[in-house]
């Protein structure tokens, strides 16, 4: 199994322009979660989904901030326009609400985003 | 809300054990979680305990899980420099798909 996979890696932008993260998770995983990790505020969750539907978003800071997840593979999160202060790691996790795991998070590798 | 608290920093040497602590706040709490994260990289699942446990061993992982003082520890036995990470606790109630994250403890392996 690939394991989530997000992309891109890294990306550095300046402050107003458009960001999209993307997210793949664990085929077969009904659940997707999107985290930001910083320094000062550690690890947040910002949104989840269960099968595609947003179940939970009190996380999202501001209205800059969207999430859509259009099929059960491939989720996006959107910052419109982007600020310094959005510069953090974004993760992606995913988890099944079935099998011996079931409910287990598994985490991407991350989106370092750096906003001049 | 739930909380998930650990001390922020931890420095043992190369083959000595590790405890790694972290309290909750949420009575409800049916499953805990040990994450470890390397610099860089994403959070990688180490282990988990279900509230009805007192001990989970995995390796030279052993969970502890003092459910009356809401306290779980991990121990890392002979420790290595490749343990050297950011280990997180994590909680979740049954029936319910958020996980409440500690701030992380950075264990630092002194070879």
């Known amino acids: 199994d690939a394991g989530v996979i997000q992309s891109p890696r890294h990306e550095v932008t300046e402050m107003g322009q458009e960001v999209t993260l993307r997210c793949k998770p664990i085929?077969?995983?009904?659940?997707l979660f999107w985290y930001r990790q910083t320094m000062m505020r550690g690890l947040e969750l910002l949104i989840y989904?269960?099968?595609?539907?947003?179940?939970?978003d009190s996380g999202m800071p501001e209205d800059r901030f969207s999430a859509k997840m259009p099929n059960a593979s491939f989720s996006t999160l959107k910052i419109q326009p982007s600020e310094p202060r959005d510069s953090a790691v974004y993760f992606c996790?995913?988890?099944?609400?079935?099998?011996?795991?079931?409910?287990?998070?598994?985490f991407g590798p991350g989106t370092r985003l750096l906003v001049l | 809300g739930e909380d998930v608290e650990q001390s922020l920093f931890l420095s043992v040497r190369e083959g000595d054990s590790s405890v790694i602590n972290c309290t909750y706040t949420?009575?409800?709490?049916?499953?805990l979680y040990w994450y470890k994260q390397e610099p860089g990289a994403g959070l990688q699942l180490l282990t988990y305990?279900?509230?009805?446990?007192d001990m989970k061993q995995d390796q030279r992982l052993t969970v502890l899980l003092n459910k009356k003082d809401k306290h779980l520890s991990l121990r890392i036995a002979d420790t290595q420099t490749g343990d050297s990470a950011i280990y997180f606790c994590?909680?979740?109630?049954?029936?319910?798909?958020?996980?409440?994250f500690g701030t992380g403890t950075k264990l630092q392996v002194i070879p």
């Open positions: 996790a995913s988890s099944s609400t079935s099998g011996r795991y079931q409910e287990t998070q598994y």
């Open positions: 085929s077969g995983h009904n659940s």
């Open positions: 989904f269960n099968n595609n539907v947003p179940i939970d």
């Open positions: 949420d009575s409800s709490s049916t499953y």
């Open positions: 305990i279900f509230s009805n446990m």
């Open positions: 994590a909680e979740r109630p049954g029936g319910y798909q958020k996980v409440t």
